[in-house]
């Protein structure tokens, strides 16, 4: 018979076949559920106000609206299958319906009929009709009425008929060998009533079934202390008996022990092995740290026994170094092996010393609810253990220096091996234990690693597997994640798998499939243990975009103080979540964890902690330039965010090392900016740095840096800047030979600054399309506009570009050998950029001069430019300049016969130029080698200087030069051919030299 009336939840009425709670008003469901827990039985009218009206105030006519909602009660019940009557009786009401429709009722018949199962010996059946039973059950009884009848009604059936129903089906399981399944259906008890005594009791006997003695002793310990908090004396009292009746040891066999607990150390004893994790087959690398311990542990110089602690970032195998080298070392510890999880993080609370010391008196089978105080079973566990043969005592995932301190003590006769993700400073001090800090494992190893757990697949898609390794960063557990993710999904190319694991989010889910598995997990233990300052600065190296960052730039981005902020630092190192790579000032993260802070700030709109990071970058940046380059051109800044504080250099050096060294940062930055459409950032960022960048050929980056800047000047609007940047980019590819380029970029800027009548603007660009004109070999036109150019300087006036306008002029000039016309023009550059304090323009008039008053053979005025340019170089380190002037140097050496230094210079020459990246600065000084190596009748040397140096105008455009050059290496080439015997002869006043340097040659400075 089906089951017509339901009160345990909503109250459900069986309509149309089904049982259902969308039927009738809430106070109608409210009476029939009060008239169901007695069905047959007369309630007055005051009992059922009392149970059915939740309202504190009863109605006023407590007769009419009792009656009225009867009323439509029956109304509503018109419908069910089944539907019951209601009868008024002496003013009270009555419901007629058979118990057994109803599921309370039902329940209690059919637990009867399971106890009797149970007592006929069929557990199966009892099970099956036990849990049918309680299926009944949809929530808790009279669901949605509060009165005090209710829930009065509602604690008594809970108590009388839930739980022990609950409890018995727990006790079938077990009956029938069933532990995890009667261990689940415990877990799955409401939080109100896990504690019920008779479910601690069964929970502790189902652990002990499953042979988990530590996780057993531990519930019933905590159960103990909740008992005796609550003044249960009666409940720990039950737990006890029923905790030593488990613990009881099983008869022994005729003329056997029944206990080797006090057998004397070695004397036939198995050894312990409590808690050890299996030895996990294929374990990869770690030898050095494999040695050291057995150096640490198994060595008999110290007098006692040794410790040593483990520690490493989550993840980094610290555990699974441990198990394996306590399986390698077993043999050496006769007494066994004990390894008990603290608990340190994780979601579970952390282990105290008095669990830690139950747990291990446990593991040695000692009676530990024979001593009730924990100080007694402390003396008991050192005394045991000092009985024990070697014993080996793992404290796997320690989570501070406190939670083992203490117990170190009791256990001071063991070998003790001690893992945690942090370093353990305090307890490594005060204990003098030694530490190995395991790092990430080398490509190698991770590789290894990642394709012996990919059943196979490596070796199907190598380069996708070995993608996925470097994706791994070398974490045991991140690698493991993927070999599994890629065992189980055969189907999935390693290609595509491993570009959905680019991204973040899901990189950092592998294994979240339902037993907090995941790399998210597993981070968060160690995020949460840190204290919100140390969790601010974590956050804060997800929104750099670098993985080292420098420590001014954390101070100043941080909202903290800077001691606050250093402090947090040190907490990082010590969690392993960062480190400090080489200099003591910088800091770097590695990528996985990385990856880890970028989630942890989701919300993308909050710029906040962006903008700050991008404000002391941009900051600093104007000061290096402003003290590297304090005569260049710097655009407006925006404001420093509220408490940036820029980092100061003293030198022009070290403001151009900060450039160089924050070179990936900075790139980073710029892109990251326009991304995020701080388009002002990105525009004025890469100015303040193409200077410093240019003088070490880190032309590359200014490219990237200048690209961007151009489009997000476009993206904001900003025409000035646009032309600004689009000038600088067209300058650029001038010096990279890129010719078509660059006039792509300066057309363009020209036709911005005109629109806009920007006289600087036209000024700048013109400049440069003369220069474009020059490489191109148009010389005429490229006069014509630098001419152009220094008249509408004087007109604005504009001393820095007129001296640029009259060193170009000049150089053109002396392409043509009209040496004397240009002498007056870089005269003229020269004055202007001494009044304005220009030293890098000065270096390069000096040296343009060393080169011409050479030409002339006015040696005396070629070396006195030489000296000067030589003096202003000397604090800089200006490679162009640097290669610039080797190579003028060098033609001076050998205009005055000093062969051997020559050769020197120009070689040195070509080494800078290759250094700088620069093209065009190799071809002019492969150019002047040869020259040299020809004058010193060596042609063979010379001819290949002169064919790498064509090879290199060709490449950049500069094909008037490269003809020029050709014409004259042709010329060589026929009188070689010749005049030039196969051998040279030893009395021969010749200088012969190997080929010069290439890319991959070491070379001089």
Not at 88 to 102: A, E, F, H, K
Not at 738 to 753: G, P
Not at 774 to 791: D, N, V
Not at 883 to 905: P, Q
Request: hydrophobic share 40%.
């Amino acid at each position: 018979m089906e089951i017509a009336f339901g009160i345990l939840g909503q109250t459900t009425v069986r309509m149309h076949g089904k049982l259902t709670e969308h039927w009738g008003s809430r106070q109608a469901q409210h009476l029939l559920a009060t008239l169901l827990t007695q069905p047959g039985k007369r309630f007055s009218q005051d009992s059922l106000i009392a149970w059915a009206w939740n309202d504190t105030t009863p109605p006023v006519n407590p007769k009419e609206a009792l009656y009225k909602a009867i009323t439509r009660l029956r109304q509503a019940l018109a419908d069910a299958d089944d539907p019951p009557v209601i009868r008024t009786i002496n003013g009270g009401y009555q419901l007629d319906v058979s118990p057994d429709l109803v599921d309370i009722h039902r329940f209690g018949d059919e637990m009867r009929r399971a106890r009797q199962f149970s007592a006929a010996g069929d557990h199966e059946s009892a099970c099956d009709v036990a849990r049918a039973a309680l299926a009944l059950w949809r929530d808790e009884p009279l669901a949605g009425m509060t009165t005090e009848p209710a829930q009065n009604w509602r604690r008594a059936g809970l108590a009388t008929d839930w739980v022990p129903a609950y409890g018995f089906l727990a006790a079938e399981l077990l009956a029938i060998g069933r532990p995890e399944e009667a261990l689940r259906h415990l877990a799955d008890a409401p939080h109100p009533h896990a504690s019920e005594p008779a479910f601690v009791k069964l929970r502790v006997t189902a652990l002990y079934a499953l042979r988990q003695a530590p996780e057993a002793h531990t519930h019933y310990l905590a159960a103990l202390r909740a008992y005796a908090e609550d003044g249960n004396t009666d409940a720990a009292t039950d737990l006890r008996a029923h905790h030593s009746q488990l613990r009881a040891p099983a008869p022994a066999p005729a003329g056997k022990p029944a206990s080797t607990l006090h057998a004397a150390p070695g004397a036939g004893v198995s050894p312990v092995r409590v808690g050890l994790p299996r030895n996990l087959r294929g374990f990869v690398g770690r030898s050095d740290s494999r040695r050291t311990l057995d150096r640490l542990l198994l060595s008999a110089d110290s007098g006692h026994a040794p410790a040593a602690i483990v520690s490493g970032p989550p993840g980094i195998g610290k555990t699974s170094l441990a198990v394996h080298w306590a399986h390698h070392a077993a043999d050496r510890f006769p007494g066994g092996i004990v390894c008990i999880d603290l608990q340190g993080f994780g979601p579970a609370p952390a282990r105290t010393t008095d669990e830690i010391v139950d747990l291990a008196l446990t593991a040695l089978d000692y009676p530990i609810d024979h001593l009730v105080s924990a100080t007694a079973r402390a003396a008991q566990l050192r005394a045991l253990l000092g009985r024990q043969a070697p014993l080996l005592i793992v404290l796997d995932n320690v989570g501070s220096s406190e939670q083992v301190d203490t117990l170190l003590e009791l256990v001071e006769s063991c070998t003790v091996l001690i893992t945690s993700r942090s370093s353990l400073h305090a307890l490594a001090r005060r204990h003098d234990i030694p530490t190995i800090k395991l790092g990430h494992l080398d490509e190698e190893h991770s590789f290894t690693l990642l394709s012996r757990r990919m059943r196979g697949r490596a070796e199907q898609e190598p380069e996708a597997a070995q993608a996925l390794a470097r994706l791994g960063d070398g974490l045991p557990l991140a690698l493991t994640l993927l070999a599994q993710r890629a065992a189980s999904r055969p189907s999935l190319g390693l290609g595509t798998m491993l570009e959905q694991l680019r991204d973040p989010d899901t990189m950092l889910s592998i294994g979240d499939d339902g037993d907090d598995a995941s790399l998210r997990t597993t981070f968060s233990a160690s995020y949460q243990a840190l204290d919100a300052t140390a969790q601010d600065v974590f956050r804060l190296f997800g929104h750099h975009p670098g993985a080292e960052i420098h420590a001014d730039t954390l101070f100043s981005a941080s909202t903290h103080s800077k001691v606050a902020t250093r402090r947090a630092l040190e907490n990082l190192v010590a969690w392993h979540l960062i480190d400090q790579p080489r200099e003591t000032d910088r800091y770097r993260i590695p990528d996985i964890f990385h990856r880890y802070s970028r989630t942890l700030t989701p919300d993308e709109s909050d710029l906040r902690p962006l903008r700050r990071v991008l404000s002391h970058y941009l900051h600093t940046a104007a000061r290096a330039h402003l003290t590297a380059h304090p005569y260049g051109n710097r655009p407006p800044l925006i404001p420093a965010e509220p408490g940036i504080v820029p980092t100061t250099f003293d030198t022009a050096t070290a403001a151009m090392h900060w450039a160089l060294l924050e070179r990936g940062n900075l790139s980073a930055l710029v892109t990251e900016a326009e991304r995020r459409e701080l388009y002002d950032y990105a525009i004025i960022l890469p100015h303040l740095l193409t200077d410093t960048w240019a003088r070490y050929g880190r032309h590359a980056d200014m490219t990237h840096g200048l690209t961007v800047a151009a489009r997000a000047a476009k993206a904001a609007g900003n025409v000035i800047a646009e032309a600004s940047t689009l000038n600088d980019l067209g300058e650029l590819h001038l010096i990279l030979g890129n010719d078509r380029e660059a006039h792509v970029y300066l057309t363009r800027a020209l036709e911005l600054a005109t629109q806009y009548d920007e006289a600087t603007g036209m000024l700048t660009v013109n400049i440069n399309l003369a220069r474009f004109h020059r490489h191109g070999g148009e010389h005429a036109e490229a006069i014509a506009c630098y001419q152009r150019c220094i008249s509408q300087a004087r007109r604005i006036p504009d001393p820095v570009r007129e001296g640029k306008a009259e060193h170009y002029l000049a150089d053109t000039l002396a392409d043509l050998d009209r040496h004397r016309q240009a002498l007056p023009h870089y005269h003229r550059a020269l004055h202007l950029r001494t009044v304005l304090g220009d030293t890098v323009g000065q270096i390069a008039t000096h040296t343009a001069l060393t080169v011409l008053h050479t030409h002339e053979q006015r040696l005396e005025l070629a070396h006195m430019h030489c000296r000067q340019a030589l003096a202003t170089l000397e604090d800089r380190d200006d490679l162009t300049a640097k290669m610039k002037l080797l190579a003028a140097r060098a033609r001076l050496a050998h205009a005055e016969g000093n062969t051997r230094e020559a050769l020197r210079l120009a070689w040195d020459a070509v080494a800078v130029a290759r250094q700088a990246h620069n093209a065009t600065g190799q071809a002019r000084a492969l150019e002047t080698l040869g020259d040299i190596l020809l004058s010193l009748h060596n042609p063979r040397d010379a001819i290949d200087a002169w064919t790498e140096a064509i090879a290199f105008y060709r490449g950049r455009g500069r094909d008037t030069k490269a003809a020029r050059l050709q014409a004259r290496l042709d010329e060589v080439i026929v009188d070689t051919d010749e005049l030039i015997p196969g051998t040279r002869r030893g009395d021969e006043d010749t200088v012969a030299m190997p080929s010069p340097p290439r890319r991959d040659r070491a070379h001089k400075h």
